[in-house]
Nanobody, 120 residues
Framework: QVQLVESGGGSVQAGGSLKLSCAAS?????MAWFRQAPGKEREGVAY???????SYSDSVKGRFTISQDNAKKTLYLQMNNLKPEDTAMYYC?????????????????WGQGTQVTIPS
């Protein structure tokens, strides 16, 4: 069982920045960030493989950066130029399968989420 604990959410004005953290009990091949706004489906934001490969959804590309600190077993999501449409609960997820994508069904382990709010 992989345990994941997110932190770093909050409320900032549009154009501001936040950095989310996800403390993991272990790293898996694929670690990712997802988000879910009220009334909407869970959306993949970015993933990071153990080889350092990253991928982003089109909606955040150029604004968000995913990274990990192997020594601290922590996954990060740096979010810049935040917009009201970024408002959502953000979740960290882990997959032990040997492939990565932004499809939620691929991930077996999830954190409890951290709320990000960007007022319009």
């Amino acid at each position: 069982q992989v345990q994941l604990v997110e932190s770093g959410g909050g409320s900032v004005q549009a154009g501001g920045s936040l950095k989310l953290s996800c403390a993991a009990s272990e790293y898996t091949y694929c670690m990712a960030w997802f988000r879910q706004a009220p009334g909407k489906e869970r959306e993949g934001v970015a993933y990071h493989t153990t080889y350092g490969t990253t991928s982003y959804s089109d909606s955040v590309k150029g604004r968000f950066t995913i990274s990990q600190d192997n020594a601290k077993k922590t996954l990060y999501l740096q979010m810049n130029n935040l917009k009201p449409e970024d408002t959502a609960m953000y979740y960290c997820a882990a997959s032990r399968l040997g492939r990565c994508s932004l499809a939620p069904d691929l991930y077996s382990f999830w954190g409890q989420g951290t709320q990000v709010t960007i007022p319009s």
